[in-house]
C-alpha cells in the first residue's frame, strides 16, 4: 500500500516568507509526527497528533512554527518568517498507535531559506 | 551530555565482517528503535523493542534495560548495508529523542 507522502519535496524560500509542508500519513494510521534534521545533526522532535488527543508541541522551537491536523489525515507544518536557520529537512512520521508501533517515514521536504 | 549516546560515530568494515553499533541511554523509555538512513535521506525503521532481541535477516538489535543499553549486529555485512543507523528511545511522552547517528561504511 501507499506510504507516507510529503510534499513538496524542495521548497527553496527568501528568508521572511511564510512555507507550508503537507505531510499525508498511512491510512488509518492515528499517530502522526513532524521531526527536523538540519545539515550533518541529527533528528529533532517537533510535534506529534495522536487521534483527537490535543498534540504535543513541546518540540516546536518557536512560534514560528505550528502544525494543524484535520482527523487522522493529512497534516500541515507552517513556517511563518522563515529565518535561515529554518532550513533543514523535515521529516513526517505516522503509525498506527503510540508507544509499541513502529514508525513509518515519509521521503522529507528539504527546506531552503535563502 | 546527550540523553542518547551512539558509537562508534563512523566504522568502516570490509564486506562479510560482523558489525556492532552500540547505543546507551540516560533516561528511563517504554521503548528503543533502530532506524537507517540512506545517503538519499530516506529513514527505514529497523526494529523496534523494549527487552530481550529481535532479528530480521541478517540484522540483529539487543537491548538491556537494566544496563541501558542496546546493540545493532549486522552479519555478513554487504555494501548495501553502508547507510546511517540512528537509535532512538521513546519516553512516556511518546516523543523520540535521537542518537547522532552511526556512519556505517562497507567496503567492497
Known amino acids: 500500500g501507499a506510504g507516507v507522502s510529503q510534499s513538496p519535496s524542495n521548497k527553496v524560500t527568501e528568508k521572511g516568507k511564510d512555507v507550508e509542508l503537507r505531510c499525508d500519513p498511512i491510512?488509518?494510521?492515528?499517530?502522526l509526527y513532524w521531526y527536523r534534521q538540519r545539515l550533518g545533526q541529527g533528528l529533532e522532535f517537533l510535534i506529534y497528533?495522536?487521534?483527537?488527543?490535543?498534540?504535543?508541541k513541546s518540540g516546536l522551537p518557536s512560534d514560528r512554527f505550528s502544525a494543524e491536523r484535520t482527523g487522522e489525515s493529512v497534516s500541515t507544518l507552517t513556517i511563518q518568517r522563515t529565518q535561515q536557520e529554518d532550513s533543514a529537512v523535515y521529516l513526517c512520521?505516522?503509525?498506527?498507535?503510540?508507544?509499541?508501533?513502529?514508525?513509518?517515514f515519509g521521503p522529507g521536504t528539504r527546506l531552503t531559506v535563502t | 551530555k546527550n540523553e542518547v549516546e551512539q558509537s562508534p560515530q563512523n566504522l568502516t568494515a570490509q564486506e562479510g565482517e560482523f558489525i556492532t553499533i552500540n547505543c546507551s541511554y540516560s533516561?528511563?523509555?517504554?521503548?528503543l528503535h533502530w532506524l537507517q538512513q540512506h545517503p538519499g535521506g530516506g529513514i527505514v525503521s529497523l526494529f523496534m523493542?523494549?527487552?530481550g532481541k529481535k532479528k530480521h535477516g541478517r540484522l540483529i538489535a539487543t537491548i538491556n534495560i537494566q544496563e541501558k543499553h542496546s546493540s545493532l549486529h549486522i552479519t555478513a555485512s554487504h555494501p548495501r548495508d553502508s547507510a546511517v543507523y540512528i537509535c532512538?528511545?521513546?519516553?512516556?511522552?511518546?516523543?523520540?529523542?535521537f542518537g547522532t547517528g552511526t556512519r556505517l561504511t562497507i567496503i567492497p
Open positions: 533516561v528511563g523509555i517504554s521503548a
Open positions: 491510512s488509518g494510521h492515528t499517530a
Open positions: 497528533f495522536q487521534g483527537n488527543s490535543a498534540p504535543d
Open positions: 523493542l523494549s527487552s
Open positions: 512520521a505516522s503509525s498506527s498507535g503510540t508507544t509499541f508501533y513502529e514508525q513509518y
Open positions: 532512538a528511545v521513546r519516553g512516556g511522552n511518546e516523543k523520540l529523542t
